[in-house]
Nanobody, 115 residues
Framework: QVQLVESGGGLVQAGGSLRVSCAASGSTFSIAAMGWYRQAPGSQRELVATITRGGETNYADSVKGRFTISRDNAMNTVYLQMNSLKPEDTAVYYC?????????WGKGTLVTVSS
């Protein structure tokens, strides 16, 4: 089992920056990749960025060049640095951990970008 707890969400003005964090606990040795997804009101959950244990990253086109995902070496914590935020980035951001058996999800942290 893997438990995920997000932190760092909040209210920021357009053009500002915010960093959200996700702390993993439990069987973290089984995690192959971690990532961030987001869900805006009335929309489906969508991929934001992922990072593998080996450090390979993947980003949604909408955040490339603005967001950066990183992790500690033990894969216990993953970060999402968000710069040049836009109102359309407003959403609940969910942390995801993928093992060879299943996916795990955090409860989410709300990011609100005001115009």
């Amino acid at each position: 089992q893997v438990q995920l707890v997000e932190s760092g969400g909040g209210l920021v003005q357009a053009g500002g920056s915010l960093r959200v964090s996700c702390a993993a606990s439990g069987s973290t040795f089984s995690i192959a990749a971690m990532g961030w997804y987001r869900q805006a009101p009335g929309s489906q959950r969508e991929l934001v960025a992922t990072i593998t244990r080996g450090g390979e990253t993947n980003y949604a086109d909408s955040v490339k060049g603005r967001f950066t995902i990183s992790r500690d070496n033990a894969m216990n914590t993953v970060y999402l640095q968000m710069n040049s935020l836009k109102p359309e980035d407003t959403a609940v951001y969910y942390c995801n951990a993928r093992t060879f058996i299943r996916n795990y999800w955090g409860k989410g942290t709300l990011v609100t970008v005001s115009s």
